[in-house]
């Protein structure tokens, strides 16, 4: 289609039409559910790859495309969220694969901050689990748009009217069926196509393509009755009174986030992925406006920034070390939120007012990367860096404004970090700065001196970085155990108030990677017990709450 003619006509700037081609979205699920393999075969189906990993054989050669890291390919397991661009029906489709396992839900509820949209996937043989249910609620907190895909109806799985009432108790909003199965498991006949009124017919096999599947048109009822006996009428029974049920879909309500479109498939067989890929094309929103604050003389006003505003404006969700380890790099992935991105910008990082001028930007294709030309609002372009670059960092080409939004939840789990040769201190030192920058786990250094401390979401948060300390910094440690339980960034509502704090509790300050100062606690009765010793001190759960309030207190 040519889509320069149209909007021409419409009267729409090549910008904006740049902008309008843009879809960025996450997949989600619980572990095991068949993330990965999804967003393999959705690369594949748009061409951005010539072979799907195979998930099973990871011990041989092949791995997922997104899963990139040593220990990932070991375990099986996304530890880390990766980004993927790709080219499809005249659309740039951004996907970033977040981490299923919960020990890791901090790096997902950063990258959820990225999207426009979500891809939950769900296990039919298991419904909604425990981790889907957590990233729901962010998206809901956000009001992101959300398609759901049922996984794995090649198998012996639960009755799709009860997964669907399910997801919508879940959810707390209607779901819409898209396509619905005939049958399951080893009865399993294939989908109905709501939107193109066929059935696709299920056959399975990794290496079938779109085309390779036979398609039946609804209006050759007799021939599907024959061909499918029982199950297809149960089909249609249960089809009936699923739709009966559901509200017609509404694009409105959709990317208000009041529904969801459900589509049903088995992603390892490749069958009902391209359903899916051309949903995400003609349902899911491209960049919309995003908010950001200014502190004017000490207070913080909101302002609205428009993809298609002439200003280059991002944000950092994440910074990854050593994605090769030839080079020891560092990128930092940075979300455009609006203007262009061409070679050569002077840029500044807002936080510390600091030129920027990066000399190598590139998109991704997991470990593979491809010099960027240009990027407009909703793409992922990495900076690679050398410091001074920070999760939740705004960079812009001029205009003074900052993005918020960028969790850091307080740790629940902490560890004293003990290491084995001495001589390997500025190594280890160098792997915390990283890493603690990353966000791969939270690093606290204690003021009053001592052992740094790591705080975690999850216990194999610290598996995976003692893991990546040996494995990038040739540092063997040793992670103990230590009194504390908890920690709360704090700010106060002036200077003398917060030095006053500090004496008081000298053994329990600690500052973190961004240098945030926090508050180490022993018992769940810390924080209270201080609050009421010292009522003008705010003590945040959230990083990024404690960030805003510096940033206002001046």
């Not at 001589?423 to 786990?441: P, S, V």
């Amino acid at each position: 289609m040519d889509y320069s003619a149209l909007f021409d006509n419409l009267g729409m700037t090549s910008f904006a039409l740049e902008v309008g081609r843009r879809r960025t979205f996450a997949i989600i699920s619980h572990p095991d559910a068949g993330k990965t393999t999804l967003t393999e075969k959705l690369l594949l189906f748009s061409g951005a790859i010539q072979i799907a990993g195979s998930v099973k054989a990871r011990k041989a050669s092949r791995h997922a495309t997104s899963d990139w890291m040593e220990i990932e390919k070991q375990r099986g397991i996304s530890v880390a969220s990766s980004v993927m661009q790709m080219l499809y029906r005249d659309h740039v489709i951004n996907l970033l694969d977040t981490p299923g396992h919960k020990d890791f839900s901090e790096d997902t509820y950063r990258v959820l901050t990225a999207v426009d949209s979500a891809l939950m996937v769900i296990d039919a043989a298991n419904g909604v689990e425990a981790q889907t249910r957590r990233l729901i609620e962010v998206c809901r907190q956000r009001d992101t748009p959300i398609i759901t895909f049922v996984n794995k109806m090649d198998r012996e799985v639960r009755d799709p009217l009860d997964i669907l009432d399910e997801v919508e108790r879940e959810l707390g909003m209607p779901c819409v069926p898209m396509t619905w199965p005939v049958g399951q498991g080893k009865t399993f006949g294939g989908i109905v196509n709501l939107r193109t009124n066929a059935m696709t017919v299920f056959e399975s096999g990794s290496e079938r393509l779109p085309q390779d599947f036979e398609a039946i048109p609804l209006t050759e009822q007799a021939k599907l009755s024959e061909r499918f006996a029982i199950e297809w009428q149960t089909s249609m029974d249960s089809m009936e009174l699923a739709t009966g049920a559901s509200p017609a879909f509404d694009k409105e309500a959709f990317l208000a986030g009041k529904q969801t479109p459900v589509f049903f498939g088995s992603g390892v067989n490749n069958f009902g992925v391209m359903e899916v890929l051309d949903a995400l094309v003609d349902l899911a929103p491209s960049p919309g406006p995003r908010i950001s604050h200014l502190t004017v003389n000490k207070q913080v006003q909101e302002k609205t920034i428009h993809p298609e505003d002439a200003g280059f404006s991002g944000v950092v969700f994440k910074v990854q070390a050593n994605m090769d380890a030839n080079h020891r790099d560092r990128i930092a992935f940075v979300r455009v939120a609006s203007g262009q991105y061409k070679p050569g910008m002077k840029l500044k990082v807002q936080r510390t007012a600091k030129e920027l001028r990066p000399t190598s930007v590139v998109t991704f294709l997991s470990q593979r990367r491809e010099a960027v030309d240009e990027a407009y609002a909703g793409d992922i372009i990495g900076f690679t860096t050398h410091g001074g670059v920070q999760l939740g960092d705004t960079i812009t080409d001029g205009p003074a404004l900052q993005f918020t939004g960028l969790p850091f939840f307080a740790p629940e789990l902490f560890m004293t970090v003990i290491l084995k040769n001495p001589l390997r201190t500025k190594q280890l030192q160098q792997g915390l700065d990283q890493l603690g920058e990353e966000g791969a786990i939270q690093v606290f250094k204690p003021e009053a001196g001592g052992a740094m401390l790591l705080g975690a979401v999850g216990q194999l948060q610290f598996e995976v970085v003692q893991h990546r300390l040996k494995a990038e910094y040739d540092c063997d440690v040793r992670l103990e155990n230590c009194q504390y339980t908890s920690a709360r960034w704090i700010t106060a509502d002036t200077p003398a108030e917060l030095r006053e704090f500090t004496y008081a509790y000298p053994q329990r300050m600690a500052t973190d990677a961004a240098n945030a100062l926090a508050y180490l606690c022993t018992s769940p009765y810390d924080v209270r017990l201080a609050q009421e010793r010292f009522p003008k001190i705010h003590f945040h759960p959230l990083r990024e709450h404690a960030g805003l309030a510096l940033s206002a207190a001046g």
